[in-house]
């Protein structure tokens, strides 16, 4: 007899394991770190491998599981962790085919929700497992959820958990709707990231120190927060005593950041580059400066010939600082136009790095996210020269930067409207300067 190991859940996942038992439509409302991930793959392993009887037909069948993911990348990990699970248990699996076929007839598909409207449609499901729901498009909730998904449980009176962090307050959103609206049928169940008791305690509460209030409201006490009021980023913390400060005397190093136009077909949309200063041993509240910015709207072929003045100016502002480890150049999207700025500066040799794919790869919200703890420890300062410039760009003289930065909402549903190349630039610079992945 072939065996498989379930994943073993903690306290607080059989806590909302046993309190869904008598509801077919769940919403888990989980903190960051719960494990929600986790229990979804423990649950399509369960069902999977359970037997249950098929209308019209005499025999039990393993259990037929429908997962939806709102991106791509998301469904990746669950796929692997599941083949590598129920790996005895194995028919046949196609990540292109999105499909794991196991010897007791269980049946496990996968849908992107963002990418297909009409994911699931004509399936039947003993369990649907939706997962970041809060992620999806504004179409999850009147057409995708109603007309293709929810269907796919009708006949066999299956059930479905709905896992999400919170993503603002908007009435259309899908994960807000289920939570709030109790005519759509579904119980709410509140998991915030302290009921996993594998979380330290005391890591958590660092993390609330750390973090902007409302990102831990959100993503660790796993609350609604209404973002629309004020922006996510305080533009106070960049002045010290009110003010903006002086170029420092001595630094590490300089560099830059550029997000590129010619994203999305919007040739004309712009490019922006922001100059920093960093040193290590600096005090907390003067380790990154801002010393420049810039924005241009030019065609996408200009962009190369713009490249010689970035590294100029960088060169000006490496021996302005006195960069102990001079200039590291030019951080840059590796997409779109960026990717062809990196070639065209490595045949030259320029000192360019592309960014890593995983902070590209995030949504702008997660990536505001990620950065809103830096900024409101106060780490990054904006120089003078920086705060008081101003430039013209899409006929408007103002400083973009600060425009950019101090009107950034998350969950806004105009930001596709507004210009935001400045606000990825301090962004990157944030997480570059800060984040993990020790880029500098």
């Keep these: 007899m072939k065996e498989i190991f379930l994943p073993t859940l903690h306290e607080g996942q059989l806590t909302v394991w046993a309190d869904s038992w008598d509801a077919r439509l769940n919403a888990i409302r989980c903190g960051r770190r719960w494990g929600k991930t986790f229990m979804l793959v423990s649950a399509a392993v369960t069902y999977a491998t359970s037997s249950f009887k098929r209308p019209g037909m005499d025999i039990e069948l393993g259990g037929r599981v429908g997962i939806f993911t709102a991106e791509y990348r998301q469904y990746q990990e669950i796929f692997d962790k599941l083949a590598e699970i129920l790996e005895p248990l194995i028919k046949s699996k196609s990540r292109s085919e999105k499909r794991i076929l196991l010897t007791n007839g269980g049946k496990i598909d996968f849908w992107v929700t963002n990418d297909n409207k009409l994911?699931?449609?004509?399936?039947e499901y003993e369990l649907v497992l939706i997962d970041e729901a809060a992620f999806t498009k504004?179409?999850?909730l009147g057409e995708i959820w109603p007309k293709s998904i929810k269907p796919t449980l009708l006949t066999t009176r299956g059930r479905a958990y709905v896992f999400s962090t919170p993503d603002g307050i908007e009435e259309d959103n899908?994960?807000?709707a289920i939570c709030n609206n109790k005519s759509l049928g579904f119980v709410e169940h509140h998991a915030p990231t302290s009921s996993n008791p594998f979380v330290p305690p005391e890591e958590l509460e660092k993390e609330r120190q750390n973090c902007e209030p409302r990102v831990f409201r959100q993503e660790f006490l796993a609350e609604f927060v209404d973002w629309s009021s004020d922006s996510l980023f305080d533009i106070s913390k960049w002045f010290i005593d009110g003010e903006p400060v002086d170029y420092p005397e001595l630094c590490d190093c300089v560099f830059a950041v550029m997000d590129t136009a010619v994203k999305g077909g919007q040739e004309h949309d712009g490019s922006g580059v922001t100059y920093f200063a960093y040193r290590a041993s600096a005090p907390p509240d003067k380790r990154l400066i801002i010393l420049d910015w810039d924005v241009v709207q030019i065609d996408g072929a200009?962009?190369?010939?713009?490249?010689?003045?970035?590294?100029?100016?960088l060169n000006e502002l490496s021996a302005q600082c006195v960069a102990i480890n001079g200039n590291l150049g030019l951080f840059i999207e590796d997409a779109s136009m960026?990717?062809?700025l990196i070639q065209k500066a490595a045949g030259?040799?320029?000192p360019v790095t592309p960014i890593e794919s995983k902070l590209t790869s995030k949504g702008k919200d997660e990536r505001g996210i990620m950065a809103s703890g830096y900024h409101y420890r106060g780490l990054c300062k904006i120089s003078r020269y920086a705060y008081e410039k101003v430039a013209v760009f899409k006929g408007e003289t103002a400083n973009h930067l600060y425009k950019q930065v101090s009107r950034f909402h998350l969950a806004?549903?105009?930001a596709h409207k507004r210009a935001d190349d400045l606000l990825d630039t301090y962004m990157y610079g944030l997480l570059l300067a800060f984040g993990d992945n020790n880029a500098l």
Excluded: C, Q, T
């Excluded at 994911?119 to 399936?123: K, L």
């Excluded at 200009?302 to 100016?313: A, D, I, T, W």
């Design 119 to 123: 994911a699931g449609r004509g399936r």
């Design 138 to 140: 504004s179409d999850m």
């Design 174 to 176: 899908f994960f807000y």
């Design 302 to 313: 200009l962009l190369e010939e713009y490249l010689p003045h970035v590294f100029n100016r």
């Design 338 to 340: 960026g990717s062809i």
């Design 348 to 350: 030259m040799g320029w």
């Design 412 to 414: 806004d549903k105009n």
